[in-house]
């Protein structure tokens, strides 16, 4: 099992990125896709959800209206596309993913950094 984050970096506040998560090792199409982030000295928290088919979502309120997740299950990847991020967006994001009994599967995280 095996998930990679991509697409962290250094943007300016007002800016945009879009990370991607991609599976490999488990049936992707069967599992609820989640990202979480950890910023320094803080526990992590969700940021948002996103269910086996993709029919239901859920965002963290300081979220909502700003970033978007979505998935492709033919790629095996989830998505989140972050827009008008704010210095408080800065965080190491993880995805995980979880079906019932089976996981949590965790990535190894991509750093994203909001400074100007």
């Known amino acids: 099992v095996q998930l990679v984050e991509s697409g962290g970096g250094l943007v300016q506040p007002g800016g945009s990125l879009r990370l991607a998560c991609a599976a490999s090792?488990?049936?992707?199409?069967?599992?609820?896709m989640t990202w979480y982030r950890q910023a320094p000295g803080k526990e992590r928290e969700l940021v948002a959800a996103?269910?086996?088919?993709?029919?239901?979502?859920n965002y963290a309120d300081s979220v909502k209206g700003r970033f978007t997740i979505s998935r492709d299950n033919a790629k095996n990847t989830v998505y989140l596309q972050m827009n008008s991020l704010k210095p408080e967006d800065t965080a190491v994001y993880y995805c995980?993913?979880?079906?019932?009994?089976?996981?949590?599967?965790w990535g190894q995280g991509t750093q994203v950094t909001v400074s100007s």
């Open positions: 996103i269910t086996s088919a993709g029919g239901s979502l």
């Open positions: 995980n993913a979880r079906a019932g009994y089976y996981g949590p599967y």
């Open positions: 090792g488990f049936t992707f199409s069967r599992y609820d």
